[in-house]
Nanobody, 124 residues
Framework: QVQLVESGGGLVQTGGSLRLSCAAS????????MAWFRQAPGKEREFVAA????????NYTDSVKGRFTISRDNAKNTVYLQMNSLKTEDTARYYC?????????????????WGQGTQVTVSS
């Protein structure tokens, strides 16, 4: 089993920044991709960003390109999401996900483990 614990969410004003962290523990494989998804009230969960083991392959949804950066520290089994220039439409619960494969994907069904999420609220 793998456990994922997110942190770093909070309340921020429009234009502000937040950095989310997700620490993985348990029986991870040697190479695995990680991702961030988010779910706003009344909406389906959507893909935000994903990264492979080395960090050389990163995917972003169009709405966050140029504002969000996904990164990871494999020594700490941790993935990060740096969020800048936040907008009210970024308000959501953000979930970390891990898949036991190196290729990052945008489809939530391909991820094997999920965290409980951390709330991000952007006020105008």
């Amino acid at each position: 089993q793998v456990q994922l614990v997110e942190s770093g969410g909070g309340l921020v004003q429009t234009g502000g920044s937040l950095r989310l962290s997700c620490a993985a523990s348990g029986r991870t494989t040697n190479y695995y991709a990680m991702a961030w998804f988010r779910q706003a009230p009344g909406k389906e969960r959507e893909f935000v960003a994903a990264i492979n083991w080395s960090g050389g392959s990163r995917n972003y949804t169009d709405s966050v390109k140029g504002r969000f950066t996904i990164s990871r520290d494999n020594a700490k089994n941790t993935v990060y999401l740096q969020m800048n220039s936040l907008k009210t439409e970024d308000t959501a619960r953000y979930y970390c996900a891990l898949r036991h494969a190196n290729k990052p994907t945008t489809r939530e069904g391909t991820y094997d483990y999920w965290g409980q999420g951390t709330q991000v609220t952007v006020s105008s």
